[in-house]
């Protein structure tokens, strides 16, 4: 089956959906150690610290906002039609990459705040 772009931007748009709701501000804000700078209208985290450098907090820092800022991108991107044809399938296995640690960073996640989610 020959990938479209409409079917890497609906690919796109469900790891972009993932990403915001394992970011989801409410979740966060319901912690008292962490500070959280974002996007009340998308969800998007563009900073978050806490008093305590945890594990929890690396992993929003040093992974979530990352794989957030490069699905963006990639929908962009995709909307621009920047990448050609050939290079789609290549484009595919890295939002299905992105996908499965968003799933699992939400599911530990989950896991932390009670499934809160």
Do not use: G, P, W
């Given at each position: 089956m020959t990938?479209?772009?409409?079917?890497?931007?609906?690919?796109?748009?469900?790891a972009l959906s993932l990403a915001i709701s394992v970011?989801?501000?409410?979740?966060l804000r319901m912690d008292p150690d962490?500070?959280?700078q974002g996007d009340p209208f998308t969800g998007m985290i563009f900073n978050a610290?806490?008093?305590?450098?945890?594990e929890r907090t690396l992993m929003i820092e040093d992974q979530l906002v990352p794989k957030q800022a490069r699905v963006q991108q990639l929908m962009?991107?995709?909307?621009?039609?920047?990448?050609p044809q050939a290079q789609l399938p290549a484009i595919s296995d890295e939002l299905?990459?992105?996908?499965?640690?968003?799933?699992?960073?939400?599911?530990?996640?989950?896991a932390d705040y009670g499934g809160l989610a």
């Open positions: 990938l479209t772009y409409n079917d890497m931007k609906r690919k796109a748009n469900a970011s989801d501000t409410k979740q962490v500070e959280v610290r806490t008093r305590n450098q945890d962009l991107d995709l909307e621009a039609h920047v990448y299905d990459r992105l996908i499965e640690e968003l799933e699992a960073m939400k599911q530990m996640y989950d």
